[in-house]
């Protein structure tokens, strides 16, 4: 019995707080025409003080298991990607796991900057195709706005923050994740980073003094590189599924500049309407771009079940890669579920296993000091 892996529920978690390009010139110095004629960016959203990549993971995430009408406890795996995780070790997808009470999943976070949500998307599918499991979150979630130099004017002005989720979930039926194709080239891994906090290069006072903690990019290779890879991916993709572009209904892509996308169109000789675009009002939010665009468009029905759909993207690595799916949404036997009731209940059991763990590790040595 053949099992396929279904896109059933999505949702985003987008910052109140709208920085926009004119904002940016009393900070830096630039001009809203220089932004939007280069770029397409006219706003972006920034985390507010108490957000953070897990927390805006966290609700994204709710809200693609509340549509989905999943709960929380049959989820299986979390995937967050995210190019400005938690931390470097723990995982930001066990912290989400914890905040959303998803007490039977598997957690990891996966790396391959703004790439990271197509691979994620792929590694849950296979693990549902092949049998391994059932439900799966995929989770696209940033606050670049903590790596970003604000008095850097080639780098500020593109980055904005913000999270989005995907359920997948495990049928029998046909359809879902159909193709995906993924590449990396790392001799390009100089061209766009964070040189300092990893194990190469310490954080230390001298790092933080040449500003080696902030997104360090080489704007025109990076866009050259993107144009030429956002066709490529595409047509490659859609060659692999055994279909034609005409086949297909929407193309769903990394949001950086609205110049790379005309590019990518003109190479697939397709027109603009064909592309989701939402990089006017969110900036490039990495790995959280397609799945917000995604819901966007769901939510607006530009995809609707059954529609083929391509996502797309580039990023640091430099990485690139294409995912085909046909479109589903919410399973026939989706159940209301309550959100707001399994982050109470997530709270209360994550205090609980704190609370246990100390008192395990004080009395263990208690009896070691008696012993
Ligand atoms: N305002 C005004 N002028 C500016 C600004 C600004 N914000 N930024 C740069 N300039 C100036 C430059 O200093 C330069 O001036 P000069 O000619 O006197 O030297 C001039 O504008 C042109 O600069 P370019 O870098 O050549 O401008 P370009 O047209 O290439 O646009 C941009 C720059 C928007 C960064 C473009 O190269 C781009 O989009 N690159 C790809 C970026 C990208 O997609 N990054 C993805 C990140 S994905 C991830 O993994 C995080």
Known sequence: MSRYAHITGWGTALPEHILTNQDLE???????????????????RIAAPDQTTA?????????????????????DLIIVASSTPEHIFPATASIVQDMI??????????????????????????????????????????????????????????????????????????????????????????????PAGGSKI??????VAHGLHYVYMEGRPVF??????????????????????EDIDLIIPHQANYRILESAARGLKL????????????????????PIAAAEAAAEGRLKPGDKVVFVGFGGGLTWGALLAEWTGPLPDREEIHPERYRLWARLRSSGLRIRRKFLAATTREKELGG
């Not at 927390?55 to 049959?74: E, Q, Y």
């Not at 310490?202 to 790092?207: I, V």
């Not at 050259?224 to 572009?245: D, H, I, P, Q, W």
């Open 224 to 245: 050259r590189f993107a144009t030429r890879v956002m066709a490529e991916g595409t047509r490659e993709v859609v060659k692999k599924a055994g279909l034609s572009l």
């Open 271 to 290: 027109p603009m309407d064909k592309f989701v675009v939402t990089l006017d009002r969110y900036g490039n939010t990495s790995t959280a771009s397609i």
């Open 55 to 75: 927390t805006l993971a966290a609700d994204a995430a709710v809200a693609a298991l509340k549509h989905a009408g999943v709960k929380p406890t049959d989820v």
């Open 202 to 207: 310490p954080t230390s006072p001298d790092t």
């Open 101 to 194: 009470g998803a007490s039977r999943a598997g957690a990891f976070d996966l790396s391959a900057a703004c790439t990271g949500f197509i691979f994620a998307l792929n590694m849950a599918a296979q693990a549902i195709r092949s049998g391994s499991l059932d439900t799966a979150v995929v989770i696209g979630s940033e606050t670049i706005s903590r790596i970003v130099n604000w008095q850097d004017r080639n780098t500020c002005i593109l980055f904005g923050d913000g999270a989005g989720a995907f359920v997948l979930q495990a049928s029998e039926t046909p359809g879902g994740v159909m193709e995906a194709v993924m590449h990396s080239d790392g001799s390009g891994a100089d061209v766009l980073m964070l």
């Open 26 to 44: 009393q900070m830096v110095d630039t001009t809203d025409e220089w932004i939007v004629t280069r770029t397409g960016i006219r706003e972006r």
